[in-house]
């Protein structure tokens, strides 16, 4: 492994320790208008520094009015060599509530092994690790064994409709031989893991109305309809307490995994009471029945109801049948299954649950197709080579239960493995309060991707 990259690696970590703390101060939100600017910034930080490390064509491409920008950049230099698209994103959750952050989430903190800021683990650490991969070629050997292309998105938190439309008009200008995000998660501490499939995503809003306006339940109450009460009808109507979707036809299709992949997770150190007791928390576990926890987790579709909301929900009382209720609810999906079919036969289900006296509304807020790469492809392998390399054990192979949707759209767009090489931890903390990166994942991961890129090369 010895090489001009690996020395640089190890030469610069405080250097690239400096350069992630800068990046961590930025409060990137995205989804908050007001740090619109600060997204900006993050931007052009990345883009600046892809320049300076070697890369070519650095750049923010602007999308849409209100949209953020993507940062590009390519070194093409290796003719007849694999090309590799290297993604990220720079954009942060919201912090709050700030009151159960030890240290602020804008001043990144190290405590012992652990650097806690937001966006430490999800995203901009991981995205500092692709970069550093690549500037100890450039830095340190001169030059790149493959060709490389960087696309890192600002909206990754708020749903991706830049980067899709991008994706889908400009596939000939991201067009490569394989893809890497690094914006998962290892199983447990010090063990390599890659993820071969992720799941898709079907955000919808269901609103229900029925009189014209809010009615006294005194006057109206045994006439009136009652579109919360209607709603939750339906909702109990697309799933049985079986934990099986009750729409016709959500099943069809889905590919199931493989008896090789499902002993795998059998090895794997997973303790269902635990999971219970320290993720969970609830007094039982549910889900479709029939099926082992983590396959019910990471290769079966579900429906969740996230919130509802219509009427009275202040303190005290107030007889009110309200003239509208509204739901928010998501469909994970597996590989095999149609983000548009399955939208619409939800669709189809939620009218038939209707009442006559009541009129439905589905809204798709967002959607994604599932995305999957076979373990025995050549990138898979040579990936999980150069973990196996670096961190001095067997890597092991998992599904997520989220959904990366871009990674679905690098398959369909671009018809590419995707290679999702991660170096986050269970306990990271995203979208909470404390959220952390832990410091030797994050130097190991550097390395990771170098002797990847190495690997590729030869």
């Given at each position: 492994?010895?090489?001009g990259?690996?020395e640089y690696?190890?030469?610069?970590?405080k250097a690239?320790?400096?350069?992630l703390?800068?990046?961590l101060?930025?409060p990137?939100?995205s989804t908050?208008?007001?740090?619109?600017a600060d997204?900006?910034?993050?931007a052009?930080?990345?883009?600046d520094e892809?320049q300076?490390m070697?890369?070519e064509?650095?750049?923010?491409i602007e999308?849409r009015?209100g949209?953020?920008p993507?940062?590009y950049?390519?070194w093409?230099?290796a003719?007849?060599?694999?090309?590799?698209l290297?993604?990220?994103?720079?954009?942060?959750?919201?912090?709050?509530p700030?009151?159960?952050?030890?240290?602020?989430p804008?001043h990144?903190?190290r405590?012992?092994?652990?650097?806690?800021a937001?966006?430490?683990?999800d995203?901009?650490?991981?995205?500092y690790i692709l970069?550093?991969a690549?500037?100890g070629?450039?830095?340190g050997?001169g030059?790149l064994?493959?060709n490389?292309?960087f696309?890192?998105e600002?909206?990754e938190?708020i749903?991706g409709?830049h980067?899709e439309?991008?994706?889908?008009?400009?596939a000939?200008k991201?067009?490569?031989?394989?893809a890497?995000i690094c914006?998962?998660?290892?199983?447990?501490?010090?063990l390599p893991?890659?993820?071969?499939a992720?799941?898709?995503l079907?955000?919808?809003?269901v609103?229900?109305r029925?009189a014209?306006r809010d009615?006294h339940?005194g006057?109206y109450?045994?006439?009136?309809p009652n579109p919360?009460?209607?709603?939750?009808?339906i909702?109990?109507?697309?799933?049985g307490?079986d934990?099986?979707v009750r729409?016709?036809?959500?099943?069809?299709?889905?590919?199931r995994p493989?008896?090789k992949?499902?002993?795998?997770?059998k090895?794997?150190p997973f303790?269902?009471?635990?999971?219970?007791?320290l993720?969970v928390?609830s007094?039982?576990l549910e889900?479709e029945?029939g099926y082992p926890?983590?396959e019910?987790?990471?290769?079966?579709?579900?429906l969740?109801?996230?919130?509802i909301?219509?009427g009275?929900t202040?303190?005290?009382?107030?007889?009110?049948?309200p003239?509208?209720?509204?739901a928010?609810?998501?469909?994970?999906l597996?590989?095999?299954?149609?983000?548009?079919?399955?939208?619409k036969?939800f669709?189809?289900q939620v009218?038939?649950l209707t009442?006559?006296?009541?009129?439905?509304t589905?809204r798709?807020?967002?959607?994604?197709p599932?995305?999957?790469v076979?373990?025995?492809?050549?990138?898979?392998?040579?990936a999980?080579?150069?973990?196996e390399?670096?961190?001095r054990?067997k890597t092991?192979y998992?599904?997520?239960?989220?959904?990366i949707?871009?990674?679905g759209?690098f398959?369909q767009h671009l018809?590419?493995?995707?290679?999702l090489?991660g170096?986050g931890?269970p306990?990271?903390?995203?979208?909470a309060?404390d959220?952390?990166?832990?410091?030797p994942n994050f130097y190991r991961g550097?390395?990771?991707?170098?002797?990847?890129?190495?690997?590729?090369g030869?």
């Amino acid at each position: 492994m010895a090489s001009g990259a690996f020395e640089y690696y190890r030469k610069s970590q405080k250097a690239f320790l400096d350069g992630l703390i800068r990046l961590l101060q930025v409060p990137s939100i995205s989804t908050l208008p007001e740090h619109q600017a600060d997204v900006r910034r993050a931007a052009a930080m990345l883009a600046d520094e892809l320049q300076l490390m070697g890369m070519e064509r650095s750049g923010l491409i602007e999308g849409r009015t209100g949209q953020n920008p993507l940062v590009y950049a390519e070194w093409l230099k290796a003719p007849g060599k694999p090309t590799l698209l290297l993604y990220a994103h720079y954009d942060v959750q919201p912090p709050d509530p700030l009151d159960q952050w030890t240290s602020p989430p804008f001043h990144p903190t190290r405590r012992g092994k652990n650097l806690y800021a937001r966006g430490a683990s999800d995203d901009k650490g991981q995205t500092y690790i692709l970069l550093k991969a690549v500037e100890g070629f450039l830095q340190g050997e001169g030059r790149l064994p493959i060709n490389v292309k960087f696309v890192i998105e600002g909206e990754e938190e708020i749903g991706g409709a830049h980067i899709e439309r991008y994706v889908a008009r400009h596939a000939e200008k991201l067009r490569c031989d394989a893809a890497v995000i690094c914006d998962t998660a290892m199983f447990a501490p010090g063990l390599p893991t890659l993820t071969t499939a992720l799941r898709g995503l079907v955000y919808v809003e269901v609103e229900a109305r029925g009189a014209a306006r809010d009615l006294h339940s005194g006057m109206y109450g045994g006439a009136a309809p009652n579109p919360v009460q209607a709603l939750a009808g339906i909702i109990s109507g697309l799933k049985g307490r079986d934990g099986r979707v009750r729409i016709p036809g959500f099943y069809h299709g889905i590919q199931r995994p493989s008896e090789k992949e499902r002993a795998g997770w059998k090895r794997l150190p997973f303790n269902e009471s635990k999971f219970l007791k320290l993720e969970v928390g609830s007094g039982a576990l549910e889900g479709e029945r029939g099926y082992p926890v983590l396959e019910r987790l990471w290769a079966r579709p579900t429906l969740e109801v996230h919130g509802i909301r219509g009427g009275f929900t202040g303190d005290g009382a107030k007889t009110v049948i309200p003239a509208s209720a509204t739901a928010k609810i998501s469909m994970r999906l597996v590989p095999g299954m149609n983000p548009g079919d399955v939208a619409k036969k939800f669709a189809s289900q939620v009218k038939k649950l209707t009442p006559e006296s009541i009129q439905t509304t589905v809204r798709v807020l967002s959607s994604a197709p599932a995305s999957l790469v076979s373990v025995d492809h050549p990138c898979i392998k040579a990936a999980s080579e150069a973990m196996e390399s670096v961190f001095r054990k067997k890597t092991v192979y998992v599904r997520c239960g989220g959904s990366i949707p871009v990674a679905g759209l690098f398959s369909q767009h671009l018809n590419v493995p995707v290679v999702l090489m991660g170096f986050g931890l269970p306990d990271d903390n995203l979208h909470a309060p404390d959220e952390k990166f832990h410091l030797p994942n994050f130097y190991r991961g550097i390395e990771a991707v170098g002797r990847f890129i190495q690997l590729l090369g030869q």
